[in-house]
């Protein structure tokens, strides 16, 4: 289910084009502002599970530097404000560490620089976290820098399980939660592959003891639950590839507020269910 704008994997053309000109403009204007300080840029997310889907994908990365971050907030902050300016979208999104830091748990680094959405925020943890750590070393895709297997990238697969676990029951339950209090929301374009896949992708995990992307979520979700749920899960990989609707819920709109409801509700509970 790819067309133009939505791309796989192919040998040869990893990252796609776009993907890997923004992060050479990166690199270039750090090289320039300040010399050898980035010395490895990983992606993560999507991009390592060879998906990119033009318009909807976002590039996330790690950025290790030779020094601490905090001695060089300022000079991050003008090479961002630049790639924001040159390329307001796709959004490159991620954080800037030291090798040492990328050797140790998340939770022993320090707030860092980050970047979200073209924002830059001088001290941060937006995806520090393991799941981060554990993409990079499993499904990481080299930029600059050593190859990732020969890395010291810090990784725990109990940690990881039960950071997985505190997300469904902490994050993930009360959004879903909220979703009855504000059913309209459920049904949006945006919201249906946001929890659908989301939750699928925290269950997979759970059950399988396997990172994968929302679309390898969406996938997995079809074998794994009930058919009933074959149509909203359906329509959130198909608004997630496509970034169209199925047409199945045309007439009825309200049904597909109340399946992104269920199945997430549903996805969550049975994911709590499963030993960590």
């Known amino acids: 289910m790819h067309d133009a704008r939505s791309r796989v994997r192919t040998p040869g053309s990893w990252p796609p084009a776009e993907v890997r000109q923004v992060a050479e403009t990166f690199l270039s204007l750090a090289d320039e502002t300040v010399p050898g300080l980035v010395e490895g840029l990983y992606l993560h997310g999507s991009l390592g599970f060879g998906e990119w889907y033009d318009g909807r994908s976002d590039i996330d990365y790690v950025a290790v530097l030779d020094r601490p971050p905090a001695d060089v907030v300022e000079a991050l902050r003008v090479v961002h404000a630049r790639i924001s300016e040159v390329f307001p979208a796709p959004p490159f999104d991620g954080f800037h560490l030291t090798w040492d830091e990328l050797a140790a748990a998340p939770n022993a680094c320090p707030d860092v620089p980050c970047t979200q959405a073209g924002l830059f925020h001088a001290e ?62 459920a049904g949006k374009v945006d919201q249906v592959p946001w929890f659908v896949l989301g939750t699928s992708r925290l269950h997979h995990l759970l059950a399988t003891d396997a990172l994968t992307s929302k679309t390898g979520a969406g996938r997995y979700a079809l074998e794994a639950f009930d058919e009933r749920w074959h149509p909203i899960v359906g329509e959130a990989m198909t608004l997630r590839q496509l970034g ?28 709590l269910a499963i030993p960590v």
């Open 124 to 185: 941060a943890r937006l995806d520090v976290h393991p799941v981060t750590w554990h993409e990079l070393a499993r499904h990481g895709v080299t930029v600059r820098g050593p190859a990732l297997d020969d890395v010291d990238v810090w990784t725990d697969r109990a940690v990881l399980r039960r950071y997985t676990h505190d997300n469904l029951r902490d994050y993930w339950a009360p959004e879903v939660e909220q979703l009855h209090r504000f059913p309209d929301e």
């Open 244 to 271: 169209e609707e199925t047409g199945h819920y045309d007439d009825a709109l309200d049904r597909r507020a109340q399946d992104t409801i269920g199945f997430a509700e549903m996805v969550v509970a049975t994911g």
